[in-house]
């Protein structure tokens, strides 16, 4: 299974409008969102332009969360799960989370294969055991190069996904 993972978008329509075309381009099955998509039509957005599921971890630049959830509850494939989700993809554990410090914590913990997090906007890969743990930078394009992740479940492998590469 492909699964895409975004993080930092702040309101960025365009730079999200490129990478949800690349991962609908690539095949993804699964969109998961680390948090500060900021404004509720993001949540919108990622809906209209992605038809399987969507899992979204609320960040510290996320503003109407009220508005996020009823904007949500118009979309059968969306989830908010707050601030923190775990889910079961294809054979993997996968953790989500905003904020590095924990990530790198719940990664140690050795009971996930994938942990994902964004807020410092910086693209990050490292094997902590058998565990990944990801940051796929910023959709935004504030602080660097604007990106997203791929992951595979079955092969157990991350790549960075550079836009307009």
Not at 97 to 104: C, K, L
Not at 123 to 145: D, S
Request: charged content about 15%; overall charge negative; hydrophobic content about 40%.
């Amino acid at each position: 299974m492909k699964v895409a993972i975004l993080s930092d978008s702040h309101d960025n329509i365009w730079n999200l409008d490129q990478a949800l075309s690349a991962v609908n381009e690539v095949g993804c099955e699964v969109l998961l969102h680390c948090g500060d998509l900021v404004a509720p039509f993001i949540v919108a957005q990622l809906a209209q332009a992605f038809g399987g599921p969507i899992h979204c971890v609320e960040g510290n630049n996320d503003g109407d969360g009220r508005l996020q959830l009823q904007v949500a509850a118009g979309f059968s494939q969306v989830s908010l799960h707050g601030p923190y989700a775990e889910l079961e993809l294809g054979s993997r554990s996968i953790a989500l989370i905003h904020y590095p410090e924990p990530a790198r914590r719940i990664a140690q913990c050795g009971h996930f294969d994938l942990v994902c997090y964004g807020h410092d906007h910086q693209a990050n890969q490292e094997q902590i055991g058998e565990c990944i743990l990801v940051n796929p930078g910023e959709v935004m394009g504030r602080f660097g190069e604007p990106s997203w992740g791929l992951y595979d479940t079955e092969a157990h492998r991350y790549t960075r996904q550079p836009l307009g590469a």
